[in-house]
């Protein structure tokens, strides 16, 4: 609204128990232009919200003679997200109506305010500020969908024609066999991987769009981790042998079941394999070792890179955080991979820490912790 005051045309509920509150905010209202329509009771205004047309602003008393106004704004709030709800409160229902602000509602106004005469005539601007408020609310909630459709739509529409591309540069590497020059296979090997690369981050932004938008579901089945672990690692076998590095996997002999969701696992295993690939140096070693202890699964990734300084194991898991110093800095990444790590392994039941002495050399080590069963 431009004019705080202008509430004219606006469709105004009124609900209290209370005729001479009713009949102050009906007159008070209708000069501005606003059309009220008043309810005594709960039940008057269910009745009045179901039909047709609905409300601009709601203004509901917490105490009714048969219903909760924080009832009723919990009802209001679960199907309408848009119109503006002010509580009509005792001195007594102070805590209440700041209960009300954690439900939904916009704001609250003292009875005793309304009974003030000379206070009374201030209530089209107290109004007007809430529904100001709540378009503000809606507003930004519409701007945040918009951005994750987006969001998804163009991650979407990148992943799927890249990864295909890198999947028919593989075919071709497996299949030319001497047919090329070591220079031909060394710029389709670059290209390969640099295809492979932009895959991964359009699957780390995919994935967290998810995650930051709750939509992250897990579909459990049984699952043979260390047969997963070791079909997941042939990708990630090429990169390692592209910068000579040794990648090794020690895995029970005996199946090792766990109930989680097969893909999210494979993306835990790939994010922290492809992690340690990257920050170790060339000719490097990367194992990982899969067993049983107690009543868990447990995947350990090491590698032999920087380590991690001790100040940065707490901050590791949060959104678009990278490791500091000049060994790392032209490494490129969303900085997103170990927050979706976290978030996959704590939807599955399990917990993931880092471990580091934070040397050159020594490297650090993921654990992920599933339970068995």
Known sequence: MTDPYDLS??????????????????GVLEETGSKVTKAASGAEAREAMARPGGFDLILLDLTLPDAAGLDLLKEIRAVDSRVTVVLITG????????????????????KR??????????????????????????????????????????????????????????????????????????????AHQTASEVVDLVTDFLDYSKIEA?????????????????????????????????LELSRPVEPLRVSVD???????ITNLVGNAIKYTPEGGKISVDVASEGSDAVIRVKDTGPGIPPDGLASLFAPYQRLPGEQVKTIQGTG??????????????????????????????????????
Do not use: C, W
């Not at 471990?355 to 599933?370: A, D, I, N, Q």
């Open 9 to 26: 045309g606006q469709r105004v509920l009124a609900v209290d128990d209370s005729p001479t509150i009713l009949a102050l905010i009906e």
């Open 91 to 110: 001195s007594a229902s102070v805590a209440s109506a700041t209960e009300g602000f954690a439900i939904g509602s916009d704001g609250y106004i003292d």
């Open 113 to 190: 305010f309304l009974e003030n005469p000379d206070e009374v005539e201030a209530l089209p601007y107290a109004l007007s500020q809430a529904m100001a408020r709540r378009q503000g609310l809606v507003a930004q909630e519409q701007l945040e969908e918009m951005k994750r459709s987006f969001f998804t739509m163009v991650t979407h529409d990148v992943r799927g024609p890249t990864g295909n591309v890198a999947l028919l540069l593989q075919m071709v590497l497996d299949e030319l066999g001497t047919e090329v020059t070591d220079q031909q296979r060394e710029f389709l090997t670059l």
């Open 214 to 246: 709750g939509y992250l579901r897990v579909e459990p089945e049984d699952v043979d981790l260390g047969a997963l672990t070791d079909r997941v690692l042939g990708t990630q076998r090429i990169h390692a042998r592209s910068r000579g590095q040794t």
């Open 262 to 268: 097969p893909g999210q696992a494979g993306q835990i």
């Open 336 to 373: 997103l991979g170990l927050t979706i790590v976290k978030a996959m392994v704590q939807a599955n039941g399990g917990s993931v820490i880092a471990e580091s002495e934070g040397m050159p050399g020594r490297g650090s080590t993921f654990v992920v912790r599933l339970p068995i069963g």
